[in-house]
């Protein structure tokens, strides 16, 4: 039955104030795209759209967030911690939509930064157990990507679960627990790292996106295994400044969310230039094609498949199914897909690293060197703290548990503090590398007419969390070391109601815009995105 656009406000509104659940509600409204049961399951621009037409506040819809982190958000293990302002923060994102004087797209939209992520008035536990007893008190500074979603608008509620100190790829934390995956209702099956409470926290609906980080998969493992879109920006494009620390030359920052569109989003929030990060990139940024994601971008586009990269043979027959869905999906929506012979690949990439600083007669790439991660350690403590020194040696134990490429003692360490990171000669040589080997990459693909390669982001689902992972080879380090851009988009949900496989659509460095519009494109045509299908609020946990 039709209704009125009055009708479907009002019904919108009511929904609202009801407690979650709520019933599946259907209306025929040609304002939003897309009707869900609660705003906060649906996208960005359908929450905007409601709050335009009256049929719901930032700050209902936040006070709701808030409600489901502190059901589900605890059930799963995947909050940090809270924000006391998140509240104020969205009346006064009503304030100024009411005055005319929105910021943007994600003015009064409810968001998430990983618990690695200084954030002003909140500890940073680094996920942490010791790390939160060392370093009890609230920051007085936000981080410099918390600080951009705050100009933007957003509001940020908290803080995200993560592995200790976003080091493995489990979320599995001393601090808050083994974050679980709301797809499994056993609850023993991982959602993946190290940004599991962000995936964990977009998949079921607590807010529309979080920040995530990435140094060999922590934002696309999470994204698979919990059935969202996770993105590895280009290395470099978002500024890392006041946040702990992990690997200097490989630890990109990008967004998890339901949809690309939205990811795009929060991208273009964080992105650009800042003096404080030496590595992050220089070029100007130019947020606005991030805004307008074309639904045929596929159409025309040739898309590679580098064969060693979707291990066929030792995929299940399930995964294998998933896939070939996906590259017909493709295909429907105008994609040219088919085999490309790269010279780069994940089997060959640390060898070509390798050789590339043999034929310079430089000293050996290695992006895991010590001196850079200690500088960037010395220099997020220098951001928050008048003693810095004094600070590191306090956590350094703690620290040093996960990243053991640093000298066994503090004393040993101090020497490396003072040297930058680009001075490194390893570090140095790891980055003329990057740039050799990414050069012969885009030859061979303007060669070929390939626009970007596409291949499973991981060709396995979600293992128990206290099992091995398979002995399946994953192309997720090839991509952090080449400093690649790559969306990872859901496939599809297996016989046993776990997302199955996601497909990365990967570019060259500087293309985040473009594999962001091909992802959406597959996005539309695919629709595969499922939202983890329980009420509000069970605990899972036998």
Partial sequence: MSVTRREALAQLAALVALPLPLSRLTLDVTDFHHVATDPLDGTIADYQAGRRHGAWTAEEITVRALERCRTDGHAWNAIDVLSPTAIAEARAADARLRAGTMRGALDGVPV??????????LPTTGSSAAWAEIFPDAMTRDSIEVARLRAAGAIVLGKTAADDFAYHGNGTSSHTGQVLNPHDLTGTRTPGGSSAG?????????AFAALGTDDGGSNRIP????GVVGMKPTFGLAPRNGVIPTWPYLDTHGPLARSVADAALLLAAIAGADPSDPLVRTDAFDAAPFASLRDDALHGVRLGIVDVHVPRTLMTAEAIAMWDRAVADLRAAGAQVDSFAAPVT????????AAASKARGDVAPDPDAPAPTANALYLYFAGRTSDPRGAIERGYDAYRQFYDVLPPTYAECIPLFDRSMTDDPAGRSFARSRAEVIASLASAMRAAGVTALTYPTMPFNAPRALDHWPKVPTALGYG???GLPEVSVPAGIGADGMPALNISIVGLPGDDARVLSLAHAYERQSRR????????GVDPRP
């Fill in 346 to 353: 994940r089997e060959n990439y640390r060898d070509l690293f």
């Fill in 198 to 206: 962000s995936a964990v926290a977009v998949s079921d609906g607590m």
């Fill in 529 to 536: 995105f499922v939202r983890p299908p329980r009420p509000a």
């Fill in 112 to 121: 998430f930064a990983k618990a690695i992520y200084d954030m002003k008035g």
């Fill in 223 to 226: 994204a698979q295994f919990t």
């Fill in 480 to 482: 952090n070391w080449l």
